[in-house]
């Protein structure tokens, strides 16, 4: 089977690839997995980060994505291609991941992070910020974390239509497939996103660059 699967590496990969390697994923085929494994693993990751927002987090996510993948492989109808159902899988693993998240961080904030000081021990301060002109605020500022700052702010079901639309390039149909939903519904939530996007960033831009 390890000769099979170097010959498919090795081969240019057609559109119908995917179904040949899963048919053999069914039989229990593992070096056919791992082709796909490496196929889709970036793309994968990709979708995972903008979800989070966290490196370590989306590693956990795809890792449970492939595993979870695996393990379902055989209730796989292919009615949709695999790309599809394999994203359907990590945007779920993704919005597992967010209410974990938002669950720690709840109980988190139930501690005080600054309890009273005893008498022996000092009161701490936060020291301000070295002062920086608006200029060198907008020359430091990093686009891509102005971006994934945009997304963490939205509701998870825009923020899942933006980065599979205008991010992984998807069509409105591929995305009504992942999601479930009416492409209708795929597109009013765009709109709603696109527009969330469009404000949140241009009002960043706004801040850094008042006063020059």
Known sequence: MADLSNNIEASVYRPDD?????????????????VLVRRYEKKMFNIAFRMLGSHEDAVEVVQDTFVAAFRHITGY?????????????????????????????????RVPENPVAGEDEPVGFDPPAEGLTPLEQLEQHDLRGAVQGCLAAMDTEFREVLILR???????????????????????????ARTAARDSLKGLVEDLTDGL
């Open 77 to 109: 109808k292919e009615k949709a291609a695999f790309s599809t159902w394999l994203t359907s899988i990590v945007l779920n693993q993704s919005r597992n991941r967010i209410k974990q998240v938002k669950v720690r961080q709840r109980h988190e904030q």
């Open 18 to 34: 995917d179904q040949h390697l899963v048919s053999l994923c069914k039989r229990g085929d593992v070096d056919a997995f791992e």
């Open 166 to 192: 205008d991010m992984q390039g998807c069509s409105y149909h591929e995305i009504a497939d992942i999601l479930g939903v009416a492409e209708g519904t795929v597109k009013s939530r765009l709109f709603r």
